[in-house]
């Protein structure tokens, strides 16, 4: 699909929805089916087309092909949603292939559609697929011509040529590990974001940089412009580990209006610190976790039985048994610390 291409199909779009519409008004119903089998026939993932095809047939007593019509375009939603939870954890997994893969066909049968060109240009220029990736933010622009995402991409794709041979090692490795090692990692909600700071401009699976500060840990983007930052008692506990020795690596999990989540990796543990858990866990019972939570779906609902929310804790040192999270956010397979203190 190039962005001619896909102008074309949109301009037919508008103008036969346009035309269903007005048939629908002077009361041409069966003309409006006409035009929304047409339309269907051209791209049978036209979930508008076949709820209008269900009112026109409706009108014209025709109820059992209507909610053949409704039920239709109610299994190209669900369809369509899971499949965008499929190349989300793609891309949150560094599985560039199968993200590249999954947001072609999303695309194919729902080509109006803005995030899978977003998607799977971020997915083709972490292969080094500079050329096709510009060409996938280029559709994105064609269906929203203010995409901040699209805008910043195609400008760095448009500069670079070829840059990707170290990024992509850099950016691919460490994603995958953030699920399997789940007894070193944590996911938290920044606070203290900047108002000036557009989060629409991150995306989600890129490495940022968390940075020791006076008083807590925060988080900058691949520019060096700030975030936000960590959670104060995470933050504090962060910092004194990296302060002995620890070294750790941050993602963006997702960004949005609703704010931006990070999932942060314990990439080095100093001998000093060994028993030193960095992401303490909450208890040994499952629960169940809504992956809206986490920003992308997870495949082994096992690693989830320790969890904790760093985004609102109010608990002291040694609550840790009995802290019940609203949101669990933090991945961990270890058993609680004891003691008093921060980190002992």
């Known amino acids: 699909m190039n962005a001619k291409e896909l102008s074309s199909i949109l301009s037919l779009r508008k103008e036969k929805s346009k035309e269903s519409d ?18 269907i026939d051209i791209n049978h993932g036209d979930q508008k087309a076949y709820n209008r095809l269900g009112d026109a047939l409706l009108k014209i007593g025709k109820s059992a092909e209507a909610h053949d019509a409704y039920q239709s375009s109610i299994f190209l939603e669900k369809t369509k949603k899971e499949n965008t939870k499929i190349a989300v954890d793609s891309a949150m997994r560094s599985d560039w292939n199968k993200a590249i893969q999954i947001n072609s066909d999303i695309i194919d049968r729902f080509p109006w559609d803005l995030e899978p060109y977003n998607r799977l240009g971020k997915a083709l220029s972490e292969k080094g697929q500079n050329k ?15 995409s901040p995402i699209a805008k910043k991409n195609m400008k760095r794709l448009e500069k670079t040529s070829g ?10 490795t460490p994603e995958r590990s953030f699920i399997e090692e789940t007894g070193r990692t944590g996911v938290t909600k920044l606070v203290n974001i900047p108002r000036s700071f557009n ?23 691949r520019k060096g412009v700030e975030i936000g930052s960590i959670e104060p008692k995470l933050a504090l506990r962060l910092k004194k580990l990296a302060e002995g020795g620890n070294t750790y690596s941050a993602n963006i999990t997702s960004a949005g209006e609703d704010g931006v ?4 990796r314990e990439t080095y543990r100093h001998p000093s610190q060994s028993n030193k858990s960095s992401f ?3 208890s040994s019972v499952l629960v169940d976790v809504p992956m ?3 920003g992308y779906g997870l495949n082994d609902a096992g690693k989830l039985a320790h969890l904790k929310d760093w985004s609102d804790d109010d608990t002291e040192s040694g609550d840790d048994e ?9 991945l961990s397979g270890e058993s609680p610390l004891d003691g008093q203190g921060i980190l002992d």
């Open 22 to 39: 007005q048939l629908m008004h002077y009361g041409l119903f069966q003309e409006a089916v006409d035009v929304n089998v047409t339309m």
């Open 132 to 146: 096709k990736a510009i060409q996938a933010f280029r559709c994105a622009l064609v269906i929203s011509p203010n």
């Open 163 to 172: 840059f990707k041979s170290s990024m992509t090692i850099s950016a691919t």
């Open 199 to 221: 989060v629409t401009d991150l995306i989600a699976g890129h490495s940022v940089d968390l940075i020791s500060v006076e008083r807590g840990m925060r988080i900058l983007d």
């Open 261 to 264: 989540t990070v999932i942060i």
């Open 280 to 282: 303490p866990a909450k």
């Open 292 to 294: 809206a939570a986490l």
């Open 322 to 330: 009995v802290f019940s999270p609203l949101i669990p956010k933090i």
